[in-house]
């Protein structure tokens, strides 16, 4: 497409420019082809915006795409009839950017923010489904589905009780990703909490917390920074990439079924 040739436009809304408000906006596109079309592919800082745009033909070749990283900023801008002015300035910074480095501490930060706008609000609608087992061994499944407005997952609780062994997990969501998770064992030779933050759904800082018993020179109750390699997380992914599914299907079988 010619704009990926383009290196910055001036976007003025001078009145006597006729073309502006013109009933053919697009007088180099042929007649029947569909107007242009473009969407926005990811949004990073600084009002810098990645985006696909197209253009079509009426012949065989149909569209032609580009995908461009676009920057929109404000510079001045001079006009012999009214002087200095602020002009709106999309600049094109090419096809693509490296990928911002990744900060630890702002997304840890992000991620507080999240939580505490999830866990445990009451003012959000929870959807609980249980199950317990009366045959066998003794055991119970507790799963609280907690969304927010737009119907999507923030919350999951999944309380288990199996003989004498329990598990409950926490999982914390935005717009789909996993981006923390807690997880309480409770058995009678082990008590701890995980707790695990998430990027693009990857761990990235894991702290282990021994409730009591810690080993040697651990100590109890205080949260410790662990490498994630050292715990069982890719069985916690996987739990909560799989209730969430049940939630988006509406398909809680495997959860009443638990003790079978």
Same mark, same amino acid.
């Given at each position: 497409?010619?704009?990926?040739?383009?290196?910055?436009?001036?976007?003025?809304?001078?009145?006597?420019?006729?073309?502006?408000?013109?009933?053919?906006?697009?007088?180099?596109?042929?007649?029947?082809?569909? *107007?242009?079309?473009?969407?926005?592919?990811? &949004?990073?800082?600084?009002?810098?915006?990645?985006?696909?745009?197209?253009?079509?033909?009426?012949?065989?070749?149909?569209?032609?795409?580009?995908?461009?990283?676009?920057?929109?900023?404000?510079?001045?801008?001079?006009?012999?009839?009214?002087?200095?002015?602020?002009?709106?300035?999309?600049?094109?910074?090419?096809?693509?950017?490296?990928?911002?480095?990744?900060?630890?501490?702002?997304?840890?930060?992000?991620?507080?923010?999240?939580?505490?706008?999830?866990? /445990?609000?009451?003012?959000?609608?929870?959807?609980?489904?249980?199950?317990?087992?009366?045959?066998?061994?003794? /055991?119970?499944? *507790?799963?609280?589905?907690?969304?927010?407005?737009?119907?999507?997952?923030?919350?999951?609780?999944?309380?288990?009780?199996?003989?004498?062994? /329990?598990?409950?997990?926490?999982?914390?969501?935005?717009?789909?990703?996993?981006?923390? *998770?807690?997880?309480?064992?409770?058995?009678?030779?082990?008590?701890?909490? &995980?707790?695990?933050?998430?990027?693009?759904?990857?761990?990235?800082?894991?702290k282990l917390t021994y409730v009591e018993d810690p080993p040697p020179g651990v100590n109890a109750g205080m949260p410790t920074v662990v490498p994630c390699s050292e715990l069982a997380l890719s069985a916690t992914i996987a739990g909560a990439k799989a209730l969430l599914g049940y939630h988006d299907q509406q398909d809680f079988a495997a959860i009443e079924t638990w003790c079978k």
């Amino acid at each position: 497409m010619g704009m990926s040739c383009t290196r910055s436009v001036f976007i003025d809304g001078n009145g006597w420019r006729g073309c502006m408000r013109a009933n053919d906006p697009y007088p180099f596109q042929a007649p029947n082809a569909r *107007s242009p079309t473009y969407e926005i592919i990811e &949004t990073r800082p600084n009002n810098v915006y990645k985006i696909r745009g197209c253009e079509y033909t009426d012949g065989s070749m149909g569209s032609s795409c580009s995908t461009l990283i676009l920057q929109f900023k404000t510079q001045e801008y001079y006009s012999e009839r009214k002087g200095k002015l602020e002009a709106l300035v999309a600049v094109n910074l090419g096809q693509d950017l490296p990928a911002p480095a990744f900060d630890e501490n702002a997304r840890v930060l992000e991620i507080r923010n999240l939580y505490q706008g999830a866990a /445990g609000n009451t003012t959000l609608p929870v959807h609980a489904v249980s199950t317990t087992c009366t045959e066998g061994v003794w /055991g119970a499944r *507790s799963v609280r589905f907690r969304t927010n407005k737009r119907n999507q997952v923030v919350e999951i609780i999944d309380d288990t009780n199996d003989n004498e062994l /329990g598990v409950t997990s926490h999982f914390y969501y935005d717009n789909r990703e996993l981006y923390f *998770s807690f997880v309480h064992v409770h058995a009678p030779n082990e008590r701890t909490e &995980t707790r695990a933050y998430y990027h693009n759904q990857e761990p990235f800082l894991c702290k282990l917390t021994y409730v009591e018993d810690p080993p040697p020179g651990v100590n109890a109750g205080m949260p410790t920074v662990v490498p994630c390699s050292e715990l069982a997380l890719s069985a916690t992914i996987a739990g909560a990439k799989a209730l969430l599914g049940y939630h988006d299907q509406q398909d809680f079988a495997a959860i009443e079924t638990w003790c079978k």
